[in-house]
């Protein structure tokens, strides 16, 4: 996944006749909904009383990934 582009994007829009834009802004917000969920469940784990470090070095990895996918989208 991580050797995955914007022109990989904007091909799967050619090959799939959909507006490469349209899908480059998708998974843009994805990765941006992403970093926001990870967050909010991260809280409601600890909340909730779990306090495994795996929840932490999880959470960081996956906001550091969707920081990155936007990253490769240039709309970071």
């Not at 990765?31 to 960081?60: C, F, N, W, Y």
């Amino acid at each position: 996944l991580r050797n995955i582009g914007l022109h990989h994007w904007r091909n799967l829009g050619g090959e799939l006749h959909v507006d490469p834009d349209l899908i480059i802004r998708r998974v843009n917000d994805f990765a941006k909904q992403l970093g926001d969920h990870v967050s909010e469940v991260k809280h409601r784990m600890t909340d909730e009383g779990l306090a495994h470090p795996i929840i932490r070095r999880l959470a960081d990895a996956l906001t550091a990934r969707s920081v990155a996918c936007r990253e490769i989208l240039h709309l970071a």
